[in-house]
């Protein structure tokens, strides 16, 4: 039972022009949300988070957005760049558990 | 700063054999996990401590015991490896459980 989903596993993007990574979870109850950008043989590194009381966090080139009735967020990415190509996943957190639960990832290919 | 530091990097198992992988945090944080990444199936969570002298299961535990030795330590233990835990393994920490966890680099473990 997938908790966090990521339906589309690839994206390609021109650069310049915006990404728009989706992410749908199915536990109301989530409470935390994060977005992580993992490179090839490399750990995941923190992007972006947003909690539940919100609907939108900005840092720089990186926006999420929290649609909480429709159980969905998304991150953009404006402009992108080819160095934004990586793996990118959405994480949820179980409130009073300390736990993250991760999609499966989107990899994301910014053409030059 | 190290931050989240994992060994070995690589290691070869055969069917039966048993191992530890070890995953130590210098950012003197709370909880620490241990996660699963194989294609397609995203990062999934095998073990958690969400502080010092507490160990939780994730999702996928069986096959896998965890020691949580010091605030600092956690490692993972394949007590008879199969060939279905082939996969890259994250030892990951986060302050608490609603703040973004930080990664190590990862272990990439075969098993034959």
């Known amino acids: 039972d997938q908790q966090v989903k990521q339906n589309s596993p690839s994206l390609s993007v021109q650069e310049g022009r915006i990404s728009i990574l989706n992410c749908d979870y199915t536990?109301?109850?989530?409470?935390?949300f994060l977005w992580y950008k993992k490179y090839p043989a490399e750990g995941p590194t923190f992007l972006i988070s947003?909690?539940?009381?919100?609907d939108k966090n900005e840092d720089g080139r990186f926006t999420v957005f929290l649609n909480k009735s429709a159980k969905h967020l998304s991150l953009h990415i404006v402009p992108s760049q080819p160095g934004d190509s990586a793996v990118y996943f959405c994480?949820?957190?179980?409130?009073?558990?300390?736990?993250?639960?991760f999609g499966t990832g989107t990899r994301l290919k910014v053409l030059a | 700063n190290a931050g989240v530091t994992q060994t070995p990097k690589f290691q070869v198992l055969k069917t039966g054999q048993s191992m530890t992988l070890q995953c130590a945090q210098d950012?003197?944080?709370?909880?620490m996990y241990w996660y699963r990444q194989d294609p397609g199936m995203g990062l999934r969570l095998i073990y958690y401590?969400?502080?010092?002298?507490?160990?939780d299961k994730g999702e996928v535990p069986n096959g896998y015991n965890v020691s949580r030795l010091n605030k600092r330590e956690f490692s993972l233990r394949l007590e008879s490896a199969a060939p279905s835990q082939t996969s890259v393994y994250f030892c990951?920490?986060?302050?608490?459980?609603?703040?973004?966890?930080?990664f190590g680099q990862g272990t990439r473990l075969t098993v034959v």
């Open positions: 990951a920490s986060s302050r608490q459980g609603d703040t973004e966890a930080f």
């Open positions: 536990n109301s109850m989530f409470d935390y």
């Open positions: 947003i909690s539940s009381i919100k």
């Open positions: 994480a949820a957190s179980v409130p009073g558990t300390y736990k993250y639960i």
């Open positions: 950012m003197n944080h709370n909880s």
């Open positions: 401590s969400a502080s010092e002298g507490t160990t």
